[in-house]
């Protein structure tokens, strides 16, 4: 686990990089390997030589030591290009190889880590940069990746050079440096990954399954809960472990922290887990093993990330009291692997497993046990596919019970929908008694008054005159907010199949039934090019007539009335989906202005509420329904309506609606 957390000391500035650039790499690469002819990689273990210092730079910004036949005397013999002999606090070091002939389409080198910054030369010109470099040749650390750097095509039997500063232990290239095609480089990285990323990527779905069992049940709802934290960091540090990690966010610096962080945390979720399985008197001990290293990794990020402790240095005492703990742990595993339930055994024995792997890995990292390849991942694998066991185990019961669910929901469902339909046919009934049964007394109080008022002209005074206005005026309104209401009512109930609708005719329509209110008012209406929509040809007819009706209303006094319906332009933001197959339709947006008084912005939400009326009735005529209408007219076309005014200056009301299929 130990090589899972590459180290590093200070946070620097992560960079993030286009993966077009990667992809645009590859297909060159590709283009070259289909014209044949490429060499096979080329293993750069020997011809190396070494200088410490910082070169200087002749006045065109050329290092001096990069001149083959100038001081070549001063070049010291090395095995391999990391920590030179008599370092003596140096902190700069410059290595150069020779490179090999061979006939190359699209060379590159591949350096597996490099400590900690460096630019490479070729021929004197500077091919390759990791990091900047101050003016005193030092620099930051900007993350452990691995590098390619690509060569011209005439590079054979001519020197690189590379310039190389680090203030750590290491300084200068280690692990695998290789001379490949640039397609070779890049499977070679997929292929090292290949592993880790699988496993990876089956720790991550694992976390999501734990959450959903999580969610699903209750009973053992915290255990999950810290599987599927477990498992999400174990997966998301082998990715960040990997090489293949630059191909997908190019940012080596944020890379390293994601691994650190999850390295330093998922002790703290093995321990409160394993104190799930394990509810005994060691569970005291478990806690205090979980709080120590949660501690332990507030204070080593937060202080590295406060820049008060180098964070290198805190994971050898790190990793001593990770040896500690699951030294404890295992031994409690095998404690308690009779006291507990199948499952528990399952999961605790493949908890066991996976510690012994880290407690032999952090052994060969500290060389007190011979090096050996130790599997860490496939630890995690036996773990993930424990964990994958018990999920289908948890599976198979929530799907009996869902089947067992099912079967009453739809019950439920088929009990709603007749309500539905009962509901749905007493919405009618009452349209009907609305439209006759209750028509008739109003009618019947309204002629009565007025007989009353006829036949008694002589006996009532002027206040009774005024009270029989009232009544007449009320019953006549009470018989439009009806009227009004079974027009409300009917949008849904007595709606027609949607079809190809022309916005002028209806307009046409609509303005040939306020043609007396036009005419007495002098109002100018303009009709723009308006498209066709797919609509309820009534309804649309409605909706304009209402909101032309409405401009015609409240016109302002001073001004011959002025009204527009036009469509504008729309980015399809209001686009819907019209079918199964989710496809989009586009929408058309409509927009009737005027030159009125204006609403007040407060109101703008509040007009399109049943009844809703902003000016008392001796004002303007009207029932407060108009607006509501209009709003549930385009709802049920899965448009939207809103309004625009200024009060004294006019009102625009826009509207969508999905246009006709061409």
């Known amino acids: 686990m130990r090589r899972m957390a590459v180290r590093f000391s200070r946070l620097g500035v992560t960079h993030l990089s286009a993966c077009l650039v990667l992809a645009l790499a590859v297909l ?7 014209e044949g002819g490429c060499a096979a990689p080329v293993d750069l273990d020997s011809g190396w030589q070494y200088r410490w210092g910082d070169s200087p730079f002749d006045t065109d910004g050329v290092p001096t030591w990069t001149q083959a036949t100038t001081h070549a005397d001063a070049w010291r013999p090395i095995a391999v290009p990391v920590n030179p002999p008599d370092r003596i606090g140096q902190s700069n070091v410059w290595y150069r190889l020779r490179l090999p002939d061979g006939q190359w389409r699209d060379p590159a080198i591949y350096i597996d880590r490099l400590e900690l910054i460096a630019e490479v030369y070729l021929d004197g010109e500077i ?8 003016e005193d040749g030092h620099g930051q650390f900007e993350g452990s990746s691995w590098h390619m750097i690509t060569l011209p095509l005439d590079f054979q039997g001519k020197y690189v050079y590379f310039r190389v500063f680090s203030d750590h232990y290491k300084i200068g290239l280690w692990g695998q440096i290789k001379l490949m095609e640039r397609l070779d480089l890049i499977r070679h990285v997929f292929d090292s990954s290949r592993a880790h990323l699988v496993i990876g990527i089956l720790s991550i779905l694992i976390a999501l399954l ?15 809960v810290l599987i599927f934290l477990f498992s999400m960091g174990a997966g998301l540090c082998l990715i960040a472990d990997t090489n293949v990690r630059q191909l997908i ?7 390293n922290y994601v691994t650190y962080v999850v390295y330093y945390t998922v ?6 887990l394993f104190r799930e399985w394990c509810k005994s008197s060691w569970t005291r001990i478990i806690t205090w093993i979980g709080g120590l290293h949660g501690v332990y990794a507030a204070g080593a990020l937060g202080g590295a990330l406060m820049g008060w402790v180098d964070l290198s240095t805190t994971a050898t005492v790190f990793d001593g009291i990770l040896t500690i703990s699951l030294t404890i742990l295992f031994g409690i595993a095998f404690a308690h692997l009779r006291m507990v339930t199948a499952d528990q055994r399952i999961a605790i024995a493949s908890f066991a497993v996976f510690t012994l792997f880290l407690l032999i890995d952090l052994g060969v990292s500290y060389e007190v046990l011979p090096w050996t390849p130790m599997p860490i991942a496939w630890g995690l694998l036996v773990f993930s ?29 088929r009990e709603r929908t007749r309500d539905l339909e009962r509901s749905n046919a007493d919405l009618k009934q009452f349209a009907y008694v609305i439209s006759h049964d209750l028509q008739e007394p109003l009618r019947m109080v309204v002629s009565y008054m007025q007989l009353l008022q006829r036949r008694h002209v002589d006996r009532l005074d002027a206040t009774g005159h005024e009270y029989i206005g009232f009544a007449v005026g009320g019953a006549k309104r009470m018989s439009d907010m009806i009227l009004g209401l079974l027009e409300f009512s009917r949008i849904d109930t007595r709606a027609q199949a949607f079809q190809a609708v022309a916005l002028t005719e209806a307009a046409d329509d609509a303005l040939s039934n306020l043609d007396i209110l036009v005419q007495t008012s002098g109002a100018i209406v303009r009709l723009g090019d308006l498209p066709a929509v797919r609509a309820d040809p009534s309804q649309i007819r409605s909706l304009l007539q209402n909101l032309i009706g409405n401009a015609l209303k409240y016109r302002a006094p001073d001004r011959t009335p002025v009204i527009r319906v036009d469509v504008e332009d729309t980015t ?3 686009d819907v989906p019209t079918s199964a197959d989710g496809a989009l339709a586009p929408m058309v947006t409509v927009a009737v202005s005027d030159n009125g008084i204006g609403i007040d912005p407060a109101f703008h939400r509040r007009v399109f509420r049943v009844f809703e009326r902003l000016h008392g009735p001796h004002q303007y005529g009207g029932t407060g ?29 826009r509207f969508t609606l999905p246009a006709a299929e061409t």
């Open 28 to 34: 060159t690469s590709v283009v070259a390997h289909a």
């Open 267 to 272: 002790p703290v979720m093995m321990a409160f």
């Open 572 to 574: 399809g933001e209001d």
């Open 385 to 413: 596919l424990m964990l994958i066991a018990l999920a289908l185990r948890h599976v198979t019961k929530t799907q009996r019970d869902l089947k067992e669910l099912n079967v009453t929901l739809e019950q439920k469902v």
């Open 625 to 653: 329904i108009g607006l509501a209408v209009c709003k549930r007219i385009v709802d049920r076309h899965d448009g939207r309506i809103w309004i625009e005014s200024t009060p004294g200056v006019g009102t625009t009301v």
């Open 210 to 224: 734990a959450l959903m069992i999580a969610a699903m049940q209750t009973a053992e709802r915290r255990a999950y």
């Open 127 to 134: 091919i390759y940069r990791f990091g900047t470099f101050d």
């Open 249 to 255: 966010v190019d940012a080596p610096l944020f890379w």
